[in-house]
């Protein structure tokens, strides 16, 4: 697929068939969030990838309680076949940039007016769901508040944050946009993008 349809085709699919993705797809989408930029090279995220009904089913019932499940508009979310739990680590951070090549000798987190740490783990989800959208599957990109939970099922180590996750799968039918693309709208480019100097 033309770069270009990637771009235009994104966007969040939150209803997903109950069919297995290819591991080799899957293996493709995590391989490329890897080649998203991290700051001094730092690459200080973590994937932890759940494939199957079982693997799945222990995120959904770790982190959307049953009753939260049932009010959720999109039922067929949590059929997704794929859940990429995208995890940041600051330390990778302050680690590389204690180096000799960067110069400083401590790792002073103050040093840091950005958490580039959750920033680059952004790009790399970001790059998940473009490359979901080259293999032909849905992906959605959501929070999830429920770090202790998450850790408790999953053996994560504390020194990782959950930035996000990503369902993926193919795409179900009937599958509908959110009512916040109805009720805000994309906002026009005269209002985002401010050429040689701000302007309103």
Not at 29 to 36: D, K, T
Not at 41 to 69: H, K, N
Not at 80 to 109: F, M, Q
Request: hydrophobic letters at 40%; proline letters at 6%.
């Amino acid at each position: 697929m033309e770069f270009q349809d990637v771009v235009r085709k994104r966007k969040m699919v939150r209803s997903l068939e109950d069919r297995p993705v290819p591991r080799e797809l899957v293996e493709r989408i995590v391989a490329n969030a890897q080649r998203a930029p991290s700051a001094g090279f730092s690459q200080g995220w973590a994937f932890l990838v759940l494939q199957g009904r079982e693997e799945t089913s222990r995120y959904w019932d770790a982190t959307w309680p049953a009753e939260r499940r049932a009010e959720f508009g999109w039922p067929k979310m949590f059929d997704a076949p794929v859940v990429i739990v995208c995890l940041s680590n600051k330390s990778a951070y302050l680690d590389r940039y204690a180096r000799e090549d960067k110069g400083w000798t401590d790792r002073d987190e103050k040093r840091w007016y950005m958490p580039y740490w959750h920033i680059d783990t952004g790009m790399a989800a970001l790059l998940i769901l473009q490359t979901a959208v080259d293999a032909g599957l849905g992906a959605v990109f959501f929070g999830v508040p429920q770090v202790k939970e998450l850790r408790a099922a999953f053996g994560i180590p504390d020194e990782y944050e959950p930035v996000g996750a990503v369902a993926l799968g193919y795409a179900a039918a009937g599958d509908r946009p959110s009512p916040s693309l109805k009720n805000v709208g994309r906002r026009p480019a005269e209002s985002v993008v401010h050429w040689g100097r701000w302007s309103t």
